[in-house]
């Protein structure tokens, strides 16, 4: 088999959240063009949003994706407390950050065992590596179980929750109704400290990424809802000042916009970023068990984003235990509301499972939404998904096509990319003849 | 001499344009999971596995709606490698979120969203998938209920048609035994138009239904709409309530139109 000139391509990319595909040309023993293809049919709401009341987005952009609808909810929340000029605190915000452990556990677990760790150990998917590892499939969906559980008491139901409203919620939970949830999370955070020595025994391919890293940073706590946007480049701006600094380029070969950093740089957002600009956050408990996992110096290999997707999980329901232990009911389930002025503008980041998810809305003279700007962790992370595809076929030309191509899944599936998510995703084809 | 083993039922899920939630409700049955694909060959399903098996399929799930000319065709083949053909949720059953494009000029949605028009392949509509190939059950809910998945699953495989009520939110209500939000707070609610399924969810969390499993069998909209006037609703907001989630659905897109201005 020649490894002058040939093509790879998977025509429609497995275990991704979303249709995409990967088309790879080779000519001469060089990577000529490397693309991710998002043909995930567009479904526009930046444009339909427009016209309705501000009180609509949060259920109507949780819409924009099954697996990450509190991310969307969130974003959403803090954009337009933001442009009404109001902040929530206290319980209110102790309790939407309990929400989004809840989502970091069940997304993050869906991805570890049922997409990705398939991946490393041979098998086409979860049911298959079950035959062989039942306890390890099914501590997998008792852990997701248990951040679906956090959801659905929080919001109602695991998907497209229904108590999220700006300013608050529309009920807030007595003591005794979380309580029942607190059982469920000791098991979890030692499910998922099983799930960290689990994955950092797999096998990984060695790579490291060189990517400007993007994420939120709270001076408190490991980012959630709340803080500046940082970088390994040296990036600390307000969340308000996003636009300033990013951008999105629309190119023929997706149906998500790309983004980059303003002036052209490729950037990361998501665990890995998250990890290495906010690992001095975490508790000891999972500042321990990242240096059990060797990376307590920070992380670059992509193929680990597995291990730090577990150390995130095991700091969700960590956190959630400390959120729920220090709970108090507020007096009321959501703050007061001015009337939308026109012509505000709000501006709202908050860590997606995936990473950083911006959010944007301008008030129009009646009230109603009259600009919408949504940037996905998904678009934002393409480039830096070709990019390491591009540098995964360079180092690795001799390998047989079918290897090939199994490897470059395998390292999109390092970034979870949600194709849904990002059309506002995968095929691969490798061309080498 | 041992009788051979029946053969499994082979399942298959495809996606059209979805936020794939419907599809993640089958994940999301992490007690049952393991059972049903132990009852069931799971030969497609791509977001969960990379054994993409060929048909024929005993049972397809179709989420999401169709959007793109592509589609149109695939659903033909979809339909022509399937025995049973259900669609799951209301993008599939009614067009989804995405057929609010209906009432306007798409070409000005995609000028909203991306720089190059060109480069964007899309129909002006988002319809349901009964719109193209005969549809054997729809299940509604965006997103769909798990328990009601389960219970259309076993009932296809079964060869019996699923206990799904088509009665309004209202019933559920009263079944749980929830103080009616409209009548008792005054919160303007569409759980007397819309289709049973969740559980009676927001007035469970004291708020007002937003009709997100569409509408039930012969629902009076426009007495409701009558309701909501009276609790002080004005016409944009009236129009908007009807058009959203099932935005395609026949009696709400009735219902739409007579609180469009002008």
Same mark, same amino acid.
């Given at each position: 088999?020649?490894?002058?000139?040939?093509?790879?391509?998977?025509?429609?990319?497995?275990?991704?959240?979303?249709?995409?595909?990967?088309?790879?040309?080779?000519?001469?023993?060089?990577?000529?063009?490397?693309?991710?293809?998002?043909?995930?049919?567009?479904?526009?709401?930046?444009?339909?949003?427009?016209?309705?009341?501000?009180?609509?987005?949060?259920?109507?952009?949780?819409?924009?994706?099954?697996?990450?609808?509190?991310?969307?909810?969130?974003?959403?929340?803090?954009?337009?407390?933001?442009?009404?000029?109001?902040?929530?605190?206290?319980?209110?915000?102790?309790?939407?950050?309990?929400?989004?452990?809840?989502?970091?556990?069940?997304?993050?677990?869906?991805?570890?065992?049922?997409?990705?760790?398939?991946?490393?150990?041979?098998?086409?998917?979860?049911?298959?590596?079950?035959?062989?590892?039942?306890?390890?499939?099914?501590?997998?969906?008792?852990?997701?179980?248990?951040?679906?559980?956090?959801?659905?008491?929080?919001?109602?139901?695991?998907?497209?929750?229904?108590?999220?409203?700006?300013?608050?919620?529309?009920?807030?939970?007595?003591?005794?109704?979380?309580?029942?949830?607190?059982?469920?999370?000791?098991?979890?955070?030692?499910?998922?400290?099983?799930?960290?020595?689990?994955?950092?025994?797999?096998?990984?391919?060695?790579?490291?990424?060189?990517?400007?890293?993007?994420?939120?940073?709270?001076?408190?706590?490991?980012?959630?809802?709340?803080?500046?946007?940082?970088?390994?480049?040296?990036?600390?701006?307000?969340?308000?000042?996003?636009?300033?600094?990013?951008?999105?380029?629309?190119?023929?070969?997706?149906?998500?916009?790309?983004?980059?950093?303003?002036?052209?740089?490729?950037?990361?957002?998501?665990?890995?970023?998250?990890?290495?600009?906010?690992?001095?956050?975490?508790?000891?408990?999972?500042?321990?068990?990242?240096?059990?996992?060797?990376?307590?110096?920070?992380?670059?290999?992509?193929?680990?984003?597995?291990?730090?997707?577990?150390?995130?999980?095991?700091?969700?329901?960590?956190?959630?235990?400390?959120?729920?232990?220090?709970?108090?009911?507020?007096?009321?389930?959501?703050?007061?509301?001015?009337?939308?002025?026109?012509?505000?503008?709000?501006?709202?980041?908050?860590?997606?499972?995936?990473?950083?998810?911006?959010?944007?809305?301008?008030?129009?003279?009646?009230?109603?939404?009259?600009?919408?700007?949504?940037?996905?962790?998904?678009?934002?992370?393409?480039?830096?998904?070709?990019?390491?595809?591009?540098?995964?076929?360079?180092?690795?030309?001799?390998?047989?096509?079918?290897?090939?191509?199994?490897?470059?899944?395998?390292?999109?599936?390092?970034?979870?990319?949600?194709?849904?998510?990002?059309?506002?995703?995968?095929?691969?084809?490798?061309?080498?003849? | 001499?041992?009788?051979?083993?029946?053969?499994?039922?082979?399942?298959?899920?495809?996606?059209?344009?979805?936020?794939?939630?419907?599809?993640?409700?089958?994940?999301?049955?992490?007690?049952?999971?393991?059972?049903?694909?132990?009852?069931?060959?799971?030969?497609?399903?791509?977001?969960?596995?990379?054994?993409?098996?060929?048909?024929?399929?005993?049972?397809?799930?179709?989420?999401?709606?169709?959007?793109?000319?592509?589609?149109?065709?695939?659903?033909?083949?979809?339909?022509?490698?399937?025995?049973?053909?259900?669609?799951?949720?209301?993008?599939?059953?009614?067009?989804?979120?995405?057929?609010?494009?209906?009432?306007?000029?798409?070409?000005?949605?995609?000028?909203?969203?991306?720089?190059?028009?060109?480069?964007?392949?899309?129909?002006?509509?988002?319809?349901?998938?009964?719109?193209?190939?005969?549809?054997?059950?729809?299940? =509604? $809910? !965006?997103?769909?209920?798990?328990?009601?998945?389960?219970?259309?699953?076993? %009932?296809? /495989? &079964?060869?019996?048609?699923?206990?799904?009520?088509?009665?309004?939110?209202?019933?559920?209500?009263?079944?749980?035994?929830?103080?009616?939000?409209?009548?008792?707070?005054?919160?303007?609610?569409?759980?007397?138009?819309?289709?049973?399924?969740?559980?009676?969810?927001?007035?469970?969390?004291? =708020? $007002? !239904?937003?009709?997100?499993?569409?509408?039930?069998?012969?629902?009076?909209? %426009?007495? /409701? &709409?009558?309701?909501?006037?009276?609790?002080?609703?004005?016409?944009?907001?009236?129009?908007?309530?009807?058009?959203?989630?099932?935005?395609?659905?026949?009696?709400?897109?009735?219902?739409?139109?007579?609180?469009?201005?002008?």
């Amino acid at each position: 088999m020649g490894t002058a000139t040939r093509t790879i391509q998977v025509n429609y990319l497995a275990r991704v959240e979303g249709e995409g595909a990967l088309y790879v040309k080779v000519r001469g023993g060089q990577v000529q063009k490397v693309q991710l293809r998002i043909f995930e049919p567009p479904r526009f709401f930046e444009a339909f949003l427009r016209g309705r009341a501000f009180t609509e987005a949060p259920d109507i952009v949780a819409r924009i994706c099954g697996i990450c609808p509190v991310a969307y909810q969130m974003s959403a929340v803090h954009a337009l407390e933001d442009a009404l000029g109001v902040r929530v605190g206290g319980a209110l915000r102790l309790l939407r950050r309990l929400l989004y452990c809840g989502e970091w556990i069940e997304s993050h677990t869906l991805h570890i065992y049922m997409l990705h760790a398939p991946d490393f150990l041979g098998y086409p998917d979860a049911v298959a590596l079950a035959r062989d590892q039942p306890e390890a499939v099914r501590r997998g969906l008792a852990l997701k179980k248990a951040g679906n559980e956090i959801v659905a008491r929080l919001g109602g139901r695991e998907i497209h929750p229904i108590n999220v409203r700006v300013g608050g919620f529309y009920r807030v939970p007595s003591r005794r109704e979380l309580a029942p949830l607190e059982e469920q999370l000791k098991w979890a955070r030692e499910a998922a400290l099983e799930t960290v020595k689990w994955v950092s025994k797999f096998p990984f391919p060695e790579m490291a990424l060189d990517h400007e890293l993007v994420a939120l940073r709270h001076p408190e706590e490991y980012p959630m809802n709340e803080g500046r946007l940082v970088s390994t480049a040296g990036l600390d701006i307000a969340v308000a000042d996003f636009a300033e600094h990013f951008v999105e380029e629309h190119v023929a070969h997706s149906n998500a916009l790309h983004g980059l950093r303003r002036g052209g740089g490729i950037y990361l957002t998501g665990p890995m970023a998250r990890f290495n600009l906010n690992r001095t956050q975490l508790p000891p408990l999972v500042q321990e068990a990242a240096r059990e996992a060797g990376l307590d110096q920070g992380c670059r290999n992509p193929f680990h984003s597995i291990i730090v997707r577990s150390l995130e999980v095991l700091y969700a329901c960590d956190e959630a235990l400390r959120l729920i232990a220090a709970y108090e009911p507020p007096e009321a389930p959501a703050v007061e509301l001015p009337p939308p002025a026109a012509g505000a503008v709000g501006h709202g980041c908050t860590e997606a499972p995936r990473g950083s998810l911006y959010h944007r809305y301008v008030f129009g003279p009646d009230g109603t939404l009259a600009e919408v700007r949504i940037v996905p962790p998904t678009s934002q992370n393409q480039r830096a998904i070709e990019d390491d595809l591009r540098r995964l076929v360079q180092a690795r030309l001799d390998l047989p096509t079918e290897r090939l191509r199994h490897e470059c899944e395998q390292a999109i599936r390092n970034h979870d990319p949600c194709i849904s998510c990002a059309t506002h995703f995968l095929r691969l084809e490798l061309d080498r003849e | 001499m041992a009788a051979r083993p029946r053969r499994r039922p082979r399942v298959a899920v495809w996606k059209f344009a979805s936020c794939d939630g419907c599809q993640l409700s089958l994940l999301d049955c992490e007690d049952e999971l393991l059972a049903v694909a132990g009852a069931v060959d799971i030969a497609y399903f791509p977001e969960a596995s990379s054994r993409m098996g060929r048909g024929p399929f005993d049972l397809s799930l179709v989420e999401g709606s169709v959007t793109t000319p592509h589609d149109v065709e695939r659903i033909q083949r979809v339909r022509r490698l399937s025995r049973y053909l259900v669609t799951i949720g209301a993008c599939a059953t009614a067009g989804g979120i995405q057929a609010l494009r209906n009432f306007r000029d798409v070409k000005e949605f995609i000028g909203v969203v991306y720089a190059r028009a060109d480069y964007i392949g899309t129909l002006a509509r988002s319809s349901a998938i009964s719109e193209h190939v005969p549809v054997d059950f729809e299940l =509604r $809910g !965006c997103p769909i209920n798990k328990r009601q998945l389960l219970e259309v699953v076993s %009932a296809f /495989l &079964a060869g019996r048609r699923p206990t799904v009520p088509a009665h309004s939110v209202c019933v559920e209500c009263k079944l749980a035994g929830t103080v009616c939000v409209m009548v008792a707070q005054g919160t303007p609610c569409l759980g007397p138009v819309t289709h049973a399924g969740c559980g009676a969810l927001c007035p469970r969390y004291r =708020r $007002g !239904c937003y009709g997100c499993y569409g509408p039930m069998e012969t629902p009076n909209t %426009a007495a /409701l &709409a009558a309701g909501w006037q009276r609790l002080g609703a004005r016409r944009p907001e009236l129009l908007r309530v009807f058009r959203s989630f099932n935005a395609g659905a026949e009696p709400f897109v009735l219902e739409s139109r007579r609180h469009e201005e002008g």
